[in-house]
């Protein structure tokens, strides 16, 4: 669902949902008798607002810091590629063409294939697991010859770790989202928070109708936050894979200049 969508059914329904409950509250009970409550209503309003809000404010935060998290998890699986490329290049001419064309099978399925999906494979007999492994075994089995090879080997092993965490994030974070309890308490609360403000006898029906719809745009607003931050490889403001776009056309750019040798490995598929 889009985020214009997801944001008509959170802010204008909810919003028009609460007056048109507390239009039912003002048809049902007598202007008199609401007034009745001010004096009480109004403590409890205050208290419930405040803890709702306190709630509130703490989600959007936790929601948001994990999305600017899982943006620098995405650059930092996007940069490990390009490095462990680049680092690839002072390896000799066959497990250079092997290392690289796991690296591009690794971006290519990143982008086409697993990236917003809603389940990306944790299987290791298919999608980005497959290259990632053919990664490892590639660098694994190789024995440095010169001390250059040494110095880029030990940064190889160090990059393909910081892949494999990213990745492994990536994965965990798109599977994974706020729970359906946490949910039900937001919502329960918000419900709550709104339906106070009908207790209060309001003689101007109009201003009555402002008040509670500003109370109730202001809660779903924020809740519309969580909605579309709850995730942040879905949805139109999901993260875009741009840094392994620019990975694409750097590793096509080198491979152009450096053609892969017609005995190298098959690529994967």
């Not at 918000?190 to 106070?196: A, E, K, L, N, Q």
């Given at each position: 669902m889009s985020a214009w969508a997801v944001g008509f059914l959170v802010v204008v329904g909810g919003t028009l949902s609460s007056v048109l409950g507390m239009l039912w509250v003002r048809k049902k009970i007598h202007l008199s008798s609401l007034e009745s409550h001010h004096e009480v209503a109004g403590y409890f309003l205050s208290?419930?607002?405040?803890?709702?809000?306190?709630?509130l404010g703490l989600i959007v935060v936790d929601v948001q810091s994990k999305y600017q998290q899982a943006q620098i998890m995405a650059e930092t699986e996007?940069?490990?590629?390009?490095?462990?490329?680049?680092?690839?290049?002072?390896?000799?001419?066959?497990?250079?063409?092997?290392?690289?064309?796991?690296?591009?099978?690794?971006?290519?399925?990143?982008?086409?294939?697993?990236?917003?999906?809603?389940?990306?494979?944790?299987?290791?007999?298919?999608?980005s697991v497959v290259p990632?492994?053919?990664?490892?075994?590639?660098?694994?089995?190789?024995?440095?010859?010169?001390?250059?090879?040494?110095a880029c080997y030990s940064s190889m092993l160090s990059t393909l770790g910081q892949l494999a965490d990213a990745r492994r994030f990536r994965v965990v974070t798109t599977r994974g989202g706020i729970s359906p309890v946490l949910w039900g308490v937001l919502i329960a609360g918000g419900i709550s928070t709104v339906v106070f403000t009908y207790f209060f006898g309001v003689k101007n029906v109009f201003a009555h109708v402002a008040?509670?719809?500003?109370?109730?745009?202001?809660?779903?607003?924020?809740?519309?936050?969580?909605?579309?931050?709850?995730?942040?490889?879905?949805?139109?403001?999901?993260?875009?894979?741009?840094?392994?776009?620019?990975?694409?056309?750097?590793?096509?750019?080198?491979?152009?200049?450096?053609?892969?040798?017609p005995q190298a490995a098959p690529a994967l598929k």
């Amino acid at each position: 669902m889009s985020a214009w969508a997801v944001g008509f059914l959170v802010v204008v329904g909810g919003t028009l949902s609460s007056v048109l409950g507390m239009l039912w509250v003002r048809k049902k009970i007598h202007l008199s008798s609401l007034e009745s409550h001010h004096e009480v209503a109004g403590y409890f309003l205050s208290v419930i607002g405040t803890l709702y809000a306190v709630l509130l404010g703490l989600i959007v935060v936790d929601v948001q810091s994990k999305y600017q998290q899982a943006q620098i998890m995405a650059e930092t699986e996007a940069n490990a590629v390009a490095d462990l490329f680049l680092l690839g290049q002072v390896l000799p001419q066959e497990p250079r063409a092997k290392l690289s064309r796991s690296i591009e099978s690794y971006v290519n399925v990143v982008v086409k294939n697993e990236w917003g999906s809603d389940l990306p494979s944790t299987s290791f007999t298919d999608g980005s697991v497959v290259p990632l492994r053919h990664i490892w075994q590639t660098i694994g089995t190789y024995e440095p010859l010169s001390n250059r090879e040494q110095a880029c080997y030990s940064s190889m092993l160090s990059t393909l770790g910081q892949l494999a965490d990213a990745r492994r994030f990536r994965v965990v974070t798109t599977r994974g989202g706020i729970s359906p309890v946490l949910w039900g308490v937001l919502i329960a609360g918000g419900i709550s928070t709104v339906v106070f403000t009908y207790f209060f006898g309001v003689k101007n029906v109009f201003a009555h109708v402002a008040m509670t719809a500003l109370v109730a745009l202001c809660l779903s607003l924020n809740v519309m936050l969580v909605v579309l931050f709850s995730n942040p490889y879905k949805g139109d403001l999901k993260i875009q894979p741009d840094g392994f776009r620019y990975d694409q056309k750097m590793i096509e750019t080198i491979i152009k200049e450096n053609p892969y040798p017609p005995q190298a490995a098959p690529a994967l598929k």
